[in-house]
């Protein structure tokens, strides 16, 4: 089963995605991850997209690509795998499409989780993250046992600058431009699902479930 999470920043298709990936026993595979690990070791990669994220802009196509390519050809997404913050573009969705092909494979599922724009500059205004490991919490919805502070590492939660207000407007403008064609991309395929984002997340992650068969 190939999924791909589409919606806007701050839509829970992360969350989602790895509910999805310790349901059907997949691999969730997130750009987002390859990036942070790039940015934590300091690598030519990760300073370029340090670059481009701190500025609230979209990572561009060839520093991404080869790199999911890479990483679907791994072993453990034989049965499958669900892919998070990528493709972006229709470019990135063209260079998928051509490397599942000549794989022999092609994508299962595009679904996208709906959120509108006000409810996501509302949601991402709480969002805090590990300065350390990663980890994201929000103060209302998932806060950490003890305030400010991670509960998996114990370092530091802070308000990331990609989530302040104005950086969240500026993603979901660059969003509306690039990403939202692959609606139209996934629909004309006949892969396309859309969900009502704006449920609780378990109830998300039922009409997830009801779409992919449990």
Known sequence: MKIIMLGAPGAGKGTQAKQIAGKYNIPHISTGDIFRANIKEGTELGKKAKEYMDQGLLVPDELTCDLVVDRIQQDDCKGGFVL???PRTIPQAEALDAALTKLGQKMDYAIDVDVPDENIVNRMGGRRACINCGATYHIVSIPPKKEGVC???GNELVLRDDD????VQKRLNVYHEQTQPLIDYYTKQGILKSVDGT??????FASIVKILGA
């Open 151 to 153: 509960d998996t590492c």
């Open 199 to 204: 449920q609780p997340m378990e109830d998300v």
């Open 84 to 86: 998070d913050g990528f």
């Open 164 to 167: 302040k207000p104005e950086t």
